[in-house]
T-cell receptor, first 106, second 113 residues
Framework: KNEVEQSPQNLTAQEGEFITINCSYSVGISALHWLQQHPGGGIVSLFMLSSGKKKHGRLIATINIQEKHSSLHITASHPRDSAVYIC????????FGTGTSLTVIP | DGGITQSPKYLFRKEGQNVTLSCEQNLNHDAMYWYRQDPGQGLRLIYY???????QKGDIAEGYSVSREKKESFPLTVTSAQKNPTAFYLCASSIQGAAETQYFGPGTRLLVL
């Protein structure tokens, strides 16, 4: 049983494309996190949100609490966006999705 | 320059050997966490500590041990009881609790010889 499901698992895009990664969860949460993991393994926190939408540069994260769903959008994608994007939720503990591997081709 | 450091980057373990992974933070965070990452799986929580001299088991604590003698340090020992230790280990910290943004270290890759 996975408390957090992400789709797609793998995604290949041409540079400049608009990208969407989806996350659905089944537990009650206090916050949802989007993380970025680059080759080599280090993880960076991109967003923490509990409602609505947040934007940082070309990245936009949205959450619908009623539908238990979040999306991460990347506008004007670039090869340096290539990474694994992980959705995580915090209820009484952290639950992590298995990640979406994004490759952006020049 | 605040952050979390983990060492070593790569670690090799022989059968029956205990090894210790280091995690240090200078962010003045109260909470620290250890995760294990395996291919095709999400991060899984091994142990966490919300305050010095106190820690709790996570989902997969068997075969591991930790200590939290100092606020800035949270070492993880992989004991010989852990039969499948080959994985990528990530340490993280947050200001107080799990609902907050966690800051991750660069990770340690453990391989069994």
């Amino acid at each position: 049983k996975n408390e957090v499901e992400q789709s797609p698992q793998n995604l290949t895009a041409q540079e400049g494309e608009f990208i969407t990664i989806n996350c659905s969860y089944s537990v009650g949460i206090s916050a949802l996190h989007w993380l970025q993991q680059h080759p080599g393994g280090g993880i960076v926190s991109l967003f923490m949100l509990s409602s609505g939408k947040k934007k940082h540069g070309r990245l936009i994260a949205t959450i619908n609490i009623q539908e238990k769903h979040s999306s991460l959008h990347i506008t004007a994608s670039h090869p340096r966006d290539s990474a694994v994007y992980i959705c995580a939720v915090t209820g009484n503990q952290f639950y992590f999705g298995t990640g979406t591997s994004l490759t952006v081709i020049p | 320059d605040g952050g979390i450091t983990q060492s070593p980057k790569y670690l090799f373990r022989k059968e029956g050997q205990n090894v210790t992974l280091s995690c240090e933070q200078n962010l003045n965070h109260d909470a620290m966490y250890w995760y294990r990452q395996d291919p095709g799986q999400g991060l899984r929580l091994i142990y966490y500590s919300q305050i010095v001299n106190d820690f709790q088991k996570g989902d997969i604590a068997e075969g591991y041990s930790v200590s939290r003698e100092k606020k800035e340090s949270f070492p993880l020992t992989v004991t010989s009881a852990q039969k499948n230790p080959t994985a990528f280990y990530l340490c993280a910290s947050s200001i107080q609790g799990a609902a907050e943004t966690q800051y991750f270290g660069p990770g340690t890759r453990l391989l069994v010889l």
